[in-house]
């Protein structure tokens, strides 16, 4: 089973910076791709940034030029730089990761726990 483990959420102020990072643990023969989600109150699940296996990157409009992802293959760790932060950055942001465990086995898609980012003054 893979396992995420989160962290770098907190408070900030608007204009402030947060780095997230997450790790991918357990039983892992190759990872598609990682990412980042936010959830903020009231609202559904969006994507944040995705970095996939070949090093291709994908931002929400809402996050370009501001955030960024980055991996560590050998480590199978993901992070997103966020500066210049808004108020509306405001979120629980999750960790995902999709691939394998194993040749021939279905794809597996994880999820971590969440981690809290809160903007404010």
């Known amino acids: 089973q893979v396992q995420l483990m989160e962290s770098g959420g907190g408070l900030v102020q608007p204009g402030g910076s947060l780095r997230l990072s997450c790790a991918a643990s357990?039983?892992?023969?190759?990872?598609?791709?990682m990412g980042w989600y936010r959830q903020a109150p009231g609202k559904q699940r969006e994507l944040v940034a995705t970095?996939?296996?070949?090093?291709?990157?994908n931002y929400a409009d809402s996050v370009k030029g501001r955030f960024t992802i980055s991996r560590l293959n050998a480590k199978n760790t993901v992070y997103l730089q966020m500066n210049s932060l808004k108020p509306e950055d405001t979120a629980v942001y999750y960790c995902?990761?999709?691939?394998?465990?194993?040749?021939?086995?279905?794809?597996?898609?994880?999820w971590g726990q969440g981690t809290q980012v809160t903007v404010s003054s």
């Open positions: 995902n990761a999709r691939g394998y465990e194993s040749p021939g086995t279905p794809p597996f898609d994880a």
């Open positions: 357990g039983s892992i023969f190759s990872l598609v791709a």
């Open positions: 970095v996939n296996a070949g090093g291709g990157l």
